[in-house]
């Protein structure tokens, strides 16, 4: 069945940096569009950015945008998340998505938490 695995979350401190993963299984991985999206305490969660397959197209909120960089490896079933120059405000758990080809069909991996702190 479909699964996908975040991983690499941790406590870091403001100015700081941290890539997270995703790793992706049951499903034709280089032919899905994938996404980060974070959701802090009490707030709705929001999509982060993008990458389209085949292209690797990119596209980022403006939040994070010039901070971080999305990337995937097909070879390997994996999607990164770089993230630099980190704000408290980006304290949150960060979830990744991958939606079908024909786009009726998104997955979600179960999150895994980053907190930014003195």
């Known amino acids: 069945q479909v699964q996908l695995v975040e991983s690499g979350g941790g406590l870091v401190q403001p100015g700081g940096s941290l890539r997270v993963s995703c790793k992706g299984s049951?499903?034709?991985?280089?032919?899905?569009?994938m996404y980060w999206y974070r959701q802090a305490p009490g707030k709705e969660r929001e999509w982060v950015a993008a990458?389209?397959?085949?292209?690797?197209?990119?596209n980022y909120a403006d939040s994070v945008k010039g901070r971080f960089t999305i990337s995937r490896d097909d070879a390997k079933n994996m999607m990164y998340l770089q993230m630099n120059s980190l704000e408290a405000e980006d304290t949150a758990v960060y979830y990744c998505?991958?939606?079908?080809?024909?786009?009726?069909?998104?997955?979600w991996g179960q999150g895994t938490q980053v907190t930014v702190s003195p």
């Open positions: 990458i389209t397959p085949l292209s690797g197209k990119t």
């Open positions: 998505k991958a939606r079908s080809p024909w786009g009726s069909e998104d997955y």
């Open positions: 049951g499903f034709n991985f280089k032919m899905y569009s």
